[in-house]
T-cell receptor, first 114, second 112 residues
Framework: AQSVAQPEDQVNVAEGNPLTVKCTYSVSGNPYLFWYVQYPNRGLQFLLKYITGDNLVKGSYGFEAEFNKSQTSFHLKKPSALVSDSALYFCAVLSTSGTYKYIFGTGTRLKVLA | DTGVSQNPRHKITKRGQNVTFRCDPISEHNRLYWYRQTLGQGPEFLTYFQNEAQLEKSRLLSDRFSAERPKGSFSTLEIQRTEQGDSAMYLC??????????FGQGTRLTVV
């Protein structure tokens, strides 16, 4: 079965420090991986994706993510956190075996402290 | 095109009533998804369409739930005989094959 795990419910980081939000996945075949951000009472907003190519992908608002096939991980990173980055972050995988549905992790709440 | 649009944004209904939500996807996207999200949780897959065909329906979806996508354009999600456990945010998303999904703002359902 295809799945996504986000091992941390919450990540706290000081403003200006680098941040990492972890994600591991389990898929059959090549993974299509995504990160989304959600602000209170809003829908999910796409940040970045990995389909193929370079293992380091860059996305919106200065975020990037590193795909690691051997560790089956797709961690979200940002070199310098902003207070406005505080939100709920979801990792997702697109299931491509049989049906094409997005499977989401349980989410990680990022809190950037001023 | 302004993205995925969902209506209404909020719905309060009495237990036992029927409700219907509408989703207007990005026009060139052939895939449309419905998810349900409860507070602090990740989105749970409910169902999806490719054009007008409903290709998968989650086992989470009881027979009180039905979704349609006539003519492969907008979609509706109907919940019959609502229960308090149906209270959640209902999210619609659309995508092209293999690409990222774009989400609407969601419809927050409260069953009282």
């Amino acid at each position: 079965a295809q799945s996504v795990a986000q091992p941390e419910d919450q990540v706290n980081v000081a403003e200006g420090n680098p941040l990492t939000v972890k994600c591991t996945y389990s898929v059959s075949g090549n993974p299509y991986l995504f990160w989304y951000v959600q602000y209170p009472n809003r829908g999910l907003q796409f940040l970045l994706k990995y389909i193929t190519g370079d293992n380091l992908v860059k996305g919106s608002y200065g975020f990037e993510a590193e795909f690691n096939k051997s560790q089956t991980s797709f961690h979200l990173k940002k070199p310098s956190a902003l207070v406005s980055d505080s939100a709920l972050y979801f990792c997702a995988v697109l299931s491509t075996s049989g049906t094409y549905k997005y499977i989401f992790g349980t989410g990680t709440r990022l809190k950037v402290l001023a | 095109d302004t993205g995925v649009s969902q209506n209404p944004r909020h719905k309060i209904t009495k237990r036992g009533q029927n409700v219907t939500f509408r989703c207007d996807p990005i026009s060139e996207h052939n895939r449309l998804y419905w998810y349900r999200q409860t507070l602090g949780q990740g989105p749970e897959f409910l169902t999806y369409f490719q054009n007008e065909a409903q290709l998968e329906k989650s086992r989470l979806l009881s027979d009180r739930f039905s979704a349609e996508r006539p003519k492969g354009s907008f979609s509706t999600l109907e919940i019959q005989r609502t229960e308090q456990g149906d209270s959640a945010m209902y999210l619609c998303a659309s995508s092209s094959l293999g690409a990222e999904a774009f989400f609407g703002q969601g419809t927050r359902l409260t069953v009282v």
